[in-house]
């Protein structure tokens, strides 16, 4: 919510006094005056009582109020920290927070900071005027907490799907090898029957014996080949192997699976578009595993496409990390979905295990990295994984003597 001082309406006090400036004689100014002095005091106790951080800047984009709980946050006195520019003290902020393009709109970002030390800060930024060239005003809000109290919720989770598939596994290799123990009955009438015809027993004709055998088979290979896909995503979501770290770029990576799948997308006749970032930084990956989650969300993204469609990959760069985007323009995922697409044996594919989507997110978590999907029902999805950066930019500190008080 844009901050409009011109636009808003004035306190009943203040449109009064303005209405009688010019009749105040030299005791109603000091009056007034003092008025004013308290109620500035009484605004500043409560900005430096309250426990997030607030910062305001000027067009310049240079502090010219922080109060003590965001001197603490971001390990500045408020003393060193007024006239600076904002991105001195934050340089984690992108110039969206400062410049947006939505000058009516609120920004909300959550950041990781490293100095005066590691934390996490949720930031809500709002201009103060409408006037493209006014400052902003910004909250911080520590959420290291809450985000190491997120990630033992996610560890929880990923023992409770361990479990999961472990109960589950029994019941998904139940299924074809119930197929196959009907379909070997099956062959097992037939090769007596030909048995009958082979010592004179029958009359039937050998030829429609050998059809059906042929058939009951071909079904009896299809459930073996559908076993040892179970068992192969079984295994690899059960024993993850750490990722072997290298210098990389995402680049390559994306080009050698669009390769290695580029004869499929063709005979799938579908569109293939490449907007992959120029220059980008050199990051730690494991090749193998980072092209094994690639191909397994182009995959999905191949399979939600049944009549045709368009698959786009995108890769950039932020301050702090690296991404790439897979989309499509297929069905999209139902709502009901959307909360247990990383559920083991959560599949909207018809043979699918289920368990693609939970080993992407165990690859991207095991590089330090998140995984961000977006899905509309009918117009597509798109899986966004971010890796982090190693060479992230150093804090730039302000010239002149630093606080002396710790950091909380």
Do not use: C
Not at 238 to 254: A, C, F, H, Q, S
Not at 272 to 292: G, M, N, S
Not at 295 to 319: C, F, P, S
């Amino acid at each position: 919510m844009a901050l409009n001082r011109t636009s808003q309406p004035k306190s009943g006090f203040l449109a009064k006094v303005l209405t009688r400036l010019n009749r105040l004689d030299r005791e109603g100014l000091q009056s007034l005056v003092q008025r004013f002095q308290r109620e500035r005091n009484l605004l500043e106790t409560l900005f430096q009582t309250i426990e997030d951080g607030v910062i305001v800047t000027d067009r310049e984009d240079r502090v010219v109020f922080l109060n003590q709980s965001a001197g603490r946050l971001i390990g500045f006195s408020p003393e060193n920290a007024m006239g600076q520019h904002l991105s001195r003290l934050l340089p984690e902020l992108d110039r969206e927070v400062l410049r947006p393009s939505d000058r009516q709109k609120a920004i909300r970002r959550e950041i990781e900071i490293r100095f005066p030390r590691p934390r996490f800060l949720r930031v809500y930024a709002a201009p103060i005027e409408q006037d493209p060239e006014a400052g902003v005003a910004l909250v911080l809000h520590d959420a290291t907490e809450s985000h190491h109290q997120t990630r033992e919720v996610v560890e929880a989770e990923r023992v409770h799907a361990l479990t999961l598939l472990a109960a589950s596994v029994a019941h998904e290799i139940g299924n074809p090898l119930n197929a196959i123990h009907i379909h070997l009955q099956l062959m097992e009438r037939e090769v007596r029957r030909l048995q009958q015809v082979a010592a004179g027993q029958s009359t039937v004709d050998p030829a429609v014996i050998a059809d059906k055998l042929a058939s009951y088979l071909s079904v009896a290979q299809g459930e073996i080949g559908r076993l040892d896909y179970i068992v192969t995503d079984f295994l690899t979501a059960m024993r993850p192997t750490p990722p072997k770290l290298r210098d990389g770029i995402v680049n390559e990576v994306v080009r050698e699976t669009l390769d290695l799948l580029r004869p499929e997308l063709i005979n799938r006749k579908l569109r293939v578009v490449e907007k992959l970032a120029t220059d980008q930084p050199i990051i730690r990956l494991d090749p193998a595993q980072l092209k094994q989650a690639l191909v397994n969300l182009v995959k999905n993204a191949m399979q939600a496409m049944t009549k045709g469609g368009t698959l786009t990959l995108t890769t950039g760069a932020t301050a702090e990390n690296v991404w790439i985007a897979i989309g499509d323009t297929g069905s999209g995922i139902s709502p009901e979905q959307l909360n247990r697409i990383f559920q083991p044996f959560q599949t909207t594919k018809e043979r699918g295990s289920g368990l693609g989507l939970m080993v992407v997110q165990r690859i991207v978590r095991d590089h330090g990295g998140r995984i961000d999907f977006e899905s509309r029902v009918g117009e597509g999805t798109t899986f966004t994984l971010w890796l982090p950066r190693v060479d992230r930019p150093p804090l730039l500190l302000p010239e002149g003597p630093r606080s002396n008080s710790t950091p909380g």
